[in-house]
């Protein structure tokens, strides 16, 4: 086991075809085992399986941080800087649209951090982060 245990997140999707093309192709993770209605994805070391849901469309609602309007759920994972350019890149390069651009958030902040956000092919949200100093992640503070 890595020195983190891997997270595992069990999420709704309209279309097992549609999910692999996007986690394998888009994102680059692997899959692992599969089912006729359920697909696993290594994402980055941590489990992530695709259950399909007939009829499913994700509903998001948005906050605001820091001028954004957030898609809220959301997931994703907190990259180094040159992992955070290659994925922005690859996502450029297959069309897809981003909810929030690659972008600097809480600049001068401890939280400093390159975000951008979008949504898989059933309307799940996901960020991607790469923090400025990643020993800030879980730095506490208030953001006002």
């Known amino acids: 086991m ?6 595992h997140l069990a999420f709704p999707v309209h279309s097992i075809a549609e999910a692999r093309a996007f ?12 089912a006729e209605r359920w ?3 290594n994402f980055q070391g941590h489990q ?3 259950h399909l849901v007939d009829g499913y469309q994700a509903r998001s609602s948005h906050n605001q ?4 309007p957030v898609p809220v759920p959301h997931f994703g994972l907190a990259l180094s800087r040159e992992q955070f ?4 890149q690859r996502c450029q390069r297959h069309g897809v649209q981003f909810v929030i651009a690659p972008h600097l958030r809480f600049k001068g902040a401890p939280g400093e951090q ?25 730095a506490k503070y208030f953001v006002g």
């Open 2 to 7: 890595p020195a983190i245990p891997p997270f």
């Open 23 to 34: 986690y394998i192709d888009i994102l680059g993770c692997a899959e692992g085992r599969s």
């Open 39 to 41: 697909v696993d994805f």
């Open 48 to 50: 992530l399986v695709a």
């Open 65 to 68: 941080v820091d001028g954004d």
């Open 85 to 88: 350019d290659a994925l922005a």
């Open 114 to 138: 390159m975000t951008m956000f979008f949504y898989d092919p059933s309307g799940n949200a996901l960020e991607f982060k790469a923090m400025t100093h990643p020993g800030n992640l879980f």
